[in-house]
């Protein structure tokens, strides 16, 4: 099973390219707290290299920019290449499969935040009659 799953903000605004066929790609990198301390009592924030494709990616580069929250499912893809120099170099990627935006859109409000309170998920008033049934 290779599954990654992950939350955090957007380090710089995404970068949107297409390969020789066409193929929208979109990487970006997000930053994620850890959940422990370090020895010195601070949080230590890992860099987690993202990449996008097709309809994902352009909407990934449409959507996204820095500072944004964003959560993350998908692959975790290591991979080598020769640097200009001819050295041998890793990378780690997760190959996203799924990407929800969990910040506000811009002068708008959030999913979340956009129902009117006292309402429920679905829109709808929830009150209780005098007997203490639910009124649907």
Known sequence: MNKWNGIGRLVRDPELRYSPSGVAVTTFTIAVDRRFKNSQGEKETDFIQI??????????????????????????????YNDKDGNKKWSTDILADEVQFLSPKDGGQSQETDRPSGKGSYGHEVNLDDEGDIPF
């Open 51 to 80: 990449k996008t494709f097709k309809q994902l990616a352009e909407l990934c580069a449409n959507s996204l920019s820095k500072g944004k929250l964003a959560g993350v499912s998908g692959a975790l893809q290591i991979s080598s």
